[in-house]
């Protein structure tokens, strides 16, 4: 079956820039998106089709696009921003996957 | 403003079903369709399915086709979904998100034990 790979773990100091990487053989030809989850809390999409951001996301989020790969890039990290990230496309057949979750520490 | 409400929390025994309700509001219901998400404790991110809230169209995740079955009552802009011959595994936190994804329900937790 399809997968989306994702590292486990990224740390960055406050204000330093985070970026994860996300990686599956259809992302030439399906949209990524990323999700934002906090503890406890629901995933928020903070970017989608590859790179547009939601309305009320924060413009330090941004999305990229480069064959088998799409990267989520948080500029000038704040503690906030500590959460896990999930990045998501879809199959050949329209069926949703999610890559397995990469938790951001701020240190 | 776009809202997706749950319904609460349900503890059942293994081979039960669970029904879990979605009311959407803030826009209009069949405009969009309804994905369903679940989270098993301390793990990822899983894909359940998708409906289509306009005609009804479904497309299920492959592991789970033979359990699940997605309905929507337009009457009341509520989605469901219905989970049948439950086990341990499938002890999660279940959200609805309005397709593709932009507002989510709050999660309904669902607890499989004897």
């Known amino acids: 079956s399809y997968e989306l790979t994702q590292p486990p773990s990224v740390s960055v100091s406050p204000g330093q820039t985070a970026r994860i990487i996300c990686s599956g053989d259809?992302?030439?030809?399906?949209?990524g998106y990323w999700y934002q989850q906090k503890s406890g809390q629901a995933p928020v999409l903070v970017i989608f089709n590859d790179s547009e951001r939601p309305s009320g996301i924060p413009e330090r989020f941004s999305g990229s696009s480069s064959g088998t790969t799409v990267t989520l890039t948080i500029s000038g990290v704040q503690a906030e921003d500590e959460a896990d990230y999930y990045c998501?496309?879809?199959?050949?057949?329209?069926?949703?996957?999610f890559g397995g979750g990469t938790k951001l520490s701020v240190l | 403003q776009v809202q997706l409400v749950q319904s609460g929390a349900e503890v059942k025994k293994p081979g039960a079903s669970v029904k879990v309700s979605c009311k959407a509001s803030?826009?209009?219901?069949?405009?969009?369709?309804i994905s369903w998400v679940r989270q098993a404790p301390g793990q990822g991110l899983e894909w359940m399915g998708w409906?289509?809230?306009?005609?009804?169209?479904?497309k299920y995740a492959q592991k789970l086709q033979d359990r699940i079955t997605m309905t929507a009552d337009t009457s009341t802009s509520t989605a469901y979904m219905e989970l049948r011959s439950l086990i341990s595994d499938d002890t999660a936190i279940y959200y609805c998100?309005?397709?593709?994804?932009?507002?989510w329900g709050q999660g309904t937790l669902v607890i499989v034990s004897s």
């Open positions: 998100a309005r397709s593709p994804a932009d507002y």
């Open positions: 998501q496309s879809a199959d050949r057949s329209g069926n949703w996957v």
């Open positions: 803030g826009y209009p219901f069949t405009s969009s369709g």
């Open positions: 409906m289509s809230t306009y005609n009804g169209n479904t």
């Open positions: 259809e992302l030439p030809k399906q949209y």
